[in-house]
């Protein structure tokens, strides 16, 4: 299959696509493809004036919820150096990006040979690769949303229903993991899984998704009683 034939397979006909996938490895491309996607819907976005504004309010949100709210002095630099986070900010993703499908692709490559069966590392970062190419329509829709709603907070978790609920708490931060498009991704996985190991998707599913909320639970819990967070 060609790359496009599998980024829309992903979308109309996932486990016919994983097949394919599973018989013939190929990460490369799809890997290039969202990286390059994720990286410049975000400096599309915060190149803009808006995007920018957005990007210091975050910033700042953020150093006030931990308790380190920056002096005036501090603010007034941080601001001075904004303009030049609509590189910096992009360019990490270039970076980042392959390197924690590099490395999730090994931690689930370990979750593989528990299930058995002769998968091999490219087979696991191809499957993981190509479930990522939920982010090219999370590009699509994040960015003009936060661009309207002026505002780098996602509207695609469960915070979006729960305004009362501080992003900061405990709740809060179960429910930003709550996000669509990253349940979407691990479902995807599971699909890939069961026909590389052929195993049944719904139990490998259902153990991904565990562990992706207990590692959830973990963060909450240390944010609100070890970092000091509330409740709600």
Not at 110 to 117: F, K, S, T
Not at 126 to 141: E, K, P, R, S
């Amino acid at each position: 299959m060609s790359l496009w034939s599998r980024v829309m397979g992903v979308f109309t006909a996932p486990r016919e696509t994983f097949v394919s996938i599973v018989a013939h490895p190929r990460w490369l491309g799809v890997l290039v493809l969202t990286t390059l996607v994720g990286a410049g819907g975000m400096f599309a976005f915060v190149a803009t004036p808006v995007g920018e504004q957005a990007l210091l309010d975050e910033h700042l949100r953020r150093q006030e919820s931990s308790g380190q709210a920056l002096s005036p002095e501090a603010e007034a630099q941080f601001k001075q150096f904004a303009p030049t986070f609509k590189y910096v900010v992009p360019g990490m993703l270039l970076i980042v990006l392959p390197v924690f499908a590099f490395a999730l692709a090994g931690l689930l490559f370990g979750y593989g040979a528990i299930l058995g069966g002769g998968g091999t590392y490219k087979q696991v970062l191809a499957i993981l690769c190509h479930a990522g190419v939920v982010t090219l329509l999370q590009a699509i829709v994040i960015n003009p949303l936060n661009y309207v709603r002026q505002s780098l907070e996602t509207t695609t978790n469960l915070t979006a229903f729960f305004p009362m609920v501080s992003r900061e708490s405990f709740l809060g931060t179960l429910f930003s993991w709550a996000e669509l498009f990253w349940i979407w991704q691990i479902i995807l996985i599971a699909i890939g899984f069961s026909v590389l190991y052929r195993r049944r998707t719904a139990p490998i599913a259902w153990t991904l998704l565990g562990i992706y909320f207990g590692i959830a639970l973990v963060v909450a819990c240390y944010r609100s009683f070890v970092a000091g967070a509330s409740l709600t």
